[in-house]
């Protein structure tokens, strides 16, 4: 590794030779390093699950506009929506075809625990905006009761999720109703819930014996083929004389959506402060071994100093020791954020993984930090006065 | 006591350290030429002004009044980059010797010479294995100071500060922490090696076992030089 570091910087790699002198000291710092990785893993695998989470069930859905009411920042969120609209809009020569989103919490009492799923209830007969693939059996949905069940929900088991057919339906009770599952889609745990659900409008309103079916909680539109969506949204604002109601993209929507979770909402501004904290410990971290580092050699450095070296040459020194704190810390950094993101997946379903943009960027970050903290210790070398070694 | 081209050429300085009612005279109207290769020891009691003296011609703190000259170069009023480029000609050895105890012996002779831009890393090591091996240390160059004795490492520092091939060496009490022996061991040493490459010396020193080694004997006195005596 010397010879190594001496080929890269073409002198003795003097702050690798100074952080490897006292290898208790090193571990220590590497460690230190790590765990601040650690956390930013952690709370940045929370953010994307986050992320995952609240846009997975935009993905159930296909639409080109959705409208929602002035209050409704997220798609479990705010108040309904007039149906009139979704008819209003439909007569817009863009807009081929309309459906009435309606969203609730449905818990299921299982005697050990509950299971929360965030249900939607649509129209079975309008699958033009359900996205194929996605959710199947749709038509089964048009029977009372009938329900198409999110598999990898958290709390409900594989084994008895996987034997959900329409032969072998999964009959149980909630709200005061029985419902039946007789298929099921791929969602999986979020923030809000623990799974998804299905059900045909009119199963929605028996859940929901005080919502209305004339007031959803959004309308997804889809537009004719070559459409534009800005110019069919304009006109839809002309054309819907309720002009508190929200009328976007749906990509939009599932984007301020997501801005909303991460800004306003308190698990999303916990998770951001996160971030932030772990960057500050790990800035403080290589502060501290850096100036408790330089403090430890001021003497060297005087004497370096009355040799005739100059400011660079310091600064080259504590930024190579920086960079060697950053690099070196940033691996077990990264192979204990990934087992934590894993287990904790494992253990609450929901979408934690070790991407590689996180792993980009908490290394970009570590090396920038690092090199920061390096410079912010540099002050420290001031103290360094070569006529004092006299 | 003017010298043709001399290492260092100092003419009526003064220097003074605090301000104000606390304001103390260090150094009072020094004039003294070092000719090339000779070998001065700088003698006085405490607070005589002989540090102040070596760390002012070393290039350490600024000059504050009157003239003193170093290779030729003015000090009175130089800024950062010429005093740094000047101690670059220049060879320290300190009372303790101030080796870096994570370098080995040849990395912290290496550093005496990579200091000077555009030596690469094999011709420093060939350089500092050199003079590692005139100082009697070809066996110790891989060690740390911490495994080499008192009387090692000044020597070590001795070859740090002639590996670059200085112009002019500035020692401070060199021998302070050393037993007899040592002490006469690395005189012995700084002296020869300076002679065979020419290079000047300027050593403080309060031991008198060193200083039938000296071609010249300045005495300083509450800063001022009260003798010059010797060979030169």
């Known amino acids: 590794m010397t010879r190594l570091l001496q080929r890269l910087f073409g002198r003795l790699p003097i702050g690798w030779l100074q952080l490897t002198h ?75 075809e309309g459906m009435g989103l309606f969203v609730g919490n449905v818990p299921w009492d299982r005697g050990d625990k509950d299971i929360t799923f965030t249900t939607f209830g649509i129209d079975p007969a309008r699958s033009g905006c359900v996205t194929p693939g996605v959710i199947e059996d749709l038509p089964l949905l048009q029977v009372q009761g009938v329900t198409i069940l999110d598999r990898l929900a958290r709390g409900l088991p594989r084994e008895e999720a996987a034997a959900i057919r329409p032969q072998t339906p999964l009959s149980f009770e909630t709200q005061g109703r029985t419902l039946s599952a007789v298929g099921t889609f791929a969602g999986g745990g979020g923030f809000g819930g623990d799974g998804f659900m299905v059900v045909s409008d009119q ?52 984007a301020e959506d997501l801005r909303y979770q991460q800004t306003q909402r308190p698990t999303g501004v916990i998770f951001g402060f996160g971030v932030l904290i772990g960057v500050l410990v790990g800035l403080v971290i290589v502060y501290q071994v850096l100036s408790a580092d330089v403090a430890d050699h001021l003497r060297e450095y005087a004497t370096f100093k009355a040799m005739g070296y100059g400011p660079r040459f310091f600064v080259g020194i504590v930024t190579e020791e920086a960079l060697v704190l950053g690099v070196l810390g940033f691996l077990p950094g990264l192979v204990i954020g990934t087992a934590i993101l894993t287990l904790m997946a494992a253990v609450t379903t929901l979408p934690l993984t070790m991407t590689a943009g996180m792993a980009v960027t908490v290394f970009t970050g570590t090396v920038v930090f690092s090199t920061l903290s390096g410079i912010i210790a540099t002050r420290r070398l001031v103290a360094a006065d070569p006529a004092d070694l006299f | 006591m003017a010298t043709e081209n001399p290492i260092v050429a100092v003419r009526a300085l003064n220097h003074w350290f605090g301000i104000g009612d606390a304001r103390k005279q260090a150094l009072d109207d020094i004039n003294i030429d070092l000719p090339r290769g000779s070998f001065t020891v700088l003698m006085g009691p405490s607070g005589s002004g002989k540090t102040t003296l070596l760390t002012l011609i070393g290039c350490l703190r600024s000059v504050q009044d009157g003239s003193a000259r170093l290779l030729g170069q003015e000090l009175q009023g130089a800024d950062d980059d010429v005093l740094t ?123 008198n076992r060193i200083l039938d080694r000296a071609d010249r004997i300045l005495t300083l006195q509450d800063g001022r030089i009260v003798s010059i005596s010797g060979k030169g």
């Open chain 1, 22 to 96: 006292k290898r208790g000291r090193f571990a220590a710092a590497l460690s230190g390093v790590a765990f601040a990785n650690v956390l930013v893993f952690v709370q940045l695998g929370l953010m994307n699950a986050m992320g995952a989470a609240t846009l997975k069930p935009y993905g159930f859905f296909q639409a080109d506009i959705m409208i929602s009411a002035s209050d409704a920042n997220a798609l479990s969120d705010g108040g309904n929506v007039a149906r009139q609209w979704m008819l209003q809009a439909l007569a817009d020569p863009d807009v081929a």
């Open chain 2, 85 to 207: 480029r000047l101690r670059q000609r220049l060879g320290f050895i300190f009372q303790a010797h101030n080796l870096h105890e994570s370098l080995t012996a040849l990395q912290n002779v290496m550093m005496g010479v990579q200091v000077r831009q555009g030596v690469t890393d094999a011709l420093a090591k060939q350089a500092a294995a050199r003079v590692l091996g005139l100082v009697g240390l070809s066996d110790r160059v891989d060690y740390l100071p911490a495994n080499l004795s008192g009387g090692q490492k000044q020597r070590v520092a001795v070859a740090r500060a002639l590996a670059g091939n200085p112009a002019l060496v500035l020692a401070d009490e060199p021998t302070a922490a050393l037993d007899k022996d040592s002490a006469a061991d690395v005189v012995d040493l700084l002296k020869r090696l300076a002679a065979e490459r020419g290079t000047t010396t300027l050593l403080v020193t309060h031991d």
């Open chain 1, 203 to 254: 199963t929605f309103l028996s859940l929901f014996p005080t919502r209305s079916s004339a007031a959803p909680d959004h309308i997804l539109l889809r537009l004719r083929p070559g459409a534009n969506v800005p110019a069919t949204i304009t006109r839809l604002h002309s054309l819907i004389s309720d002009k508190s109601l929200r009328i976007r993209s749906y990509a939009d929507a599932g």
